[in-house]
Antibody, heavy 117, light 110 residues
Framework: QVQLQESGPGLVKPSQTLSLTCTVS??????????WSWIRQPAGKGLEWIGR???????NYSPSLKSRVTISVDTSKNQFSLKLNSVTAADTAVYYC?????????WGQGTLVTVSS | QSALTQPASVSGSAGQSITISCTGT?????????VSWYQQHPGKAPKLMIY???KRPSGVSNRFSGSKSGNTASLTISGLQAEDEADYYC??????????FGGGTKLTVL
């Protein structure tokens, strides 16, 4: 069964770029036709979809974050990544990676990112 | 895009059935059969319970069922059990090729 694991800095300064990586194990990120997504959840609040990348490299982003987000894939490392620039305290959240085709079938355990000086 | 609308909370006694609604628009819930439901226990990652409106992933109890009518999708949990107490989120594909979540519903099992 495919498993996902998020990694990256737990603390980012305001105005800087948040960078996270999702490592895929138990399967190849380039096999099959799936969407690889990022989702976040501020403490005590609901889920927010950030964006996704298709196996072919096509991306879709949330309209509210589109100007600051980049999602990319590195098939050689079996990873996909999230970059969110110009962060503020409002970007503090648990960030999840997930994948599926018509749904978010499998999720990573999540990683907390705090934006603070 | 606006978040889908869910009730903030629902409750039911053990053994009873409850239904959680998820209201969107013709550009999301009403326009596609790509509605999913996720269960989230405190401190845990969300778990897929229903996808494509009414399909259950392998391993999910048949006490969980999904349906849709117009712009509103619903999750029904029958035979409520203590372990069903959690937050539930709906999501839908949209006409902008994005996903949108509902605000979440806290289920309390009395």
């Amino acid at each position: 069964q495919v498993q996902l694991q998020e990694s990256g800095p737990g603390l980012v300064k305001p105005s800087q770029t948040l960078s996270l990586t999702c490592t895929v194990s138990g399967g190849s990120i380039s096999s099959g036709s799936y969407y690889w997504s990022w989702i976040r959840q501020p403490a005590g609040k609901g889920l927010e979809w950030i964006g996704r990348i298709y196996t072919s490299g096509t991306t879709n982003y949330s309209p509210s974050l589109k100007s600051r987000v980049t999602i990319s894939v590195d098939t050689s490392k079996n990873q996909f990544s999230l970059k969110l620039n110009s962060v503020t305290a409002a970007d503090t959240a648990v960030y999840y990676c997930a994948f599926g085709l018509t749904t978010l079938h499998y999720w990573g355990q999540g990683t907390l990112v705090t934006v603070s000086s | 895009q606006s978040a889908l609308t869910q009730p903030a909370s629902v409750s039911g006694s053990a053994g009873q059935s409850i239904t959680i609604s998820c209201t969107g628009t013709s550009s999301d819930v009403g326009g596609f059969n790509y509605v999913s439901w996720y269960q989230q226990h405190p401190g845990k990652a969300p778990k897929l319970m229903i996808y494509d409106v009414s399909k259950r992933p392998s391993g999910v109890s048949n006490r969980f069922s999904g349906s849709k009518s117009g712009n509103t999708a619903s999750l029904t949990i029958s035979g409520l059990q203590a372990e069903d107490e959690a937050d539930y989120y709906c999501s839908s594909y949209t006409s902008s090729s994005t996903w949108v979540f509902g605000g979440g519903t806290k289920l309390t099992v009395l």
